[in-house]
């Protein structure tokens, strides 16, 4: 499939998905979204699907295309709980702009990779750390107070979710480890 025909599908189903906020709005008023709302939805959307378009025409590898996958959607489920809720206290506590680093870890250890497996691999095992380490500071380093603390979340809660989203960047990790076995696609192709 070429560029343009990946392009519009992502572009379809990124309007498709920005439908359900806009009907449920029509019959309830706990969904209350605002202009910048959906203009942020969208680009987000958009943009994790323009860079799994673009990741997942590296290789023919399926293993490739399932760790990049997996990638774009912790990143994508990262900056969105950060967005909406915050990852540690609420969306107000500053420690939750750390985050941001997971995502520069992956991304530049992409780019120091030229997106080979290994290399994305090691990218993906350390974003995980990261992410990691980027929790336990927030939780027992810098924790919230004031408005920006959250009572009513047991820590247990908060310390499951993270690992569930330090596990994401893991599975991806372990993928393209998988994917860069002797018989990977990719390796011949960037070669």
Do not use: C
């Not at 203009?39 to 378009?53: I, M, N, S």
């Not at 912790?74 to 680093?101: F, R, T």
């Not at 990261?130 to 247990?156: C, D, K, M, Q, R």
Request: positive net charge.
């Amino acid at each position: 499939m070429n560029l343009t025909k990946s392009l519009l599908r992502v572009a379809l189903a990124t309007g498709l998905l920005l439908l359900i906020p806009l009907v449920a709005m029509q019959f309830t008023a706990e969904v209350n979204w605002t202009l910048s709302d959906f203009v942020f939805a969208g680009v987000l959307l958009f943009g994790a699907g323009l860079v799994f378009v673009l990741a997942a025409r590296l290789a023919t590898n399926p293993l490739y295309r399932a760790a990049a996958g997996v990638a774009v959607a912790a990143g994508l489920l990262l900056v969105w709980a950060n967005a909406a809720v915050g990852l540690v206290g609420s969306e107000h506590n500053p420690a939750n702009k750390l985050y941001a680093g997971v995502l520069a870890v992956a991304f530049i250890g992409a780019l120091v990779a030229r997106f080979r497996p290994r290399g994305m691999s090691n990218a993906m095992f350390a974003a995980s750390l990261t992410y990691l380490v980027i929790t336990a500071l927030a939780l027992f380093v810098w924790t919230p107070a004031g408005a920006a603390a959250e009572p009513s979340v047991h820590l247990l809660n908060v310390v499951g979710a993270n690992a569930g989203f330090a596990a994401l960047w893991a599975v991806s990790g372990w993928l393209f480890r998988r994917a860069s076995g002797p018989a990977s696609s990719l390796q011949q192709r960037l070669a």
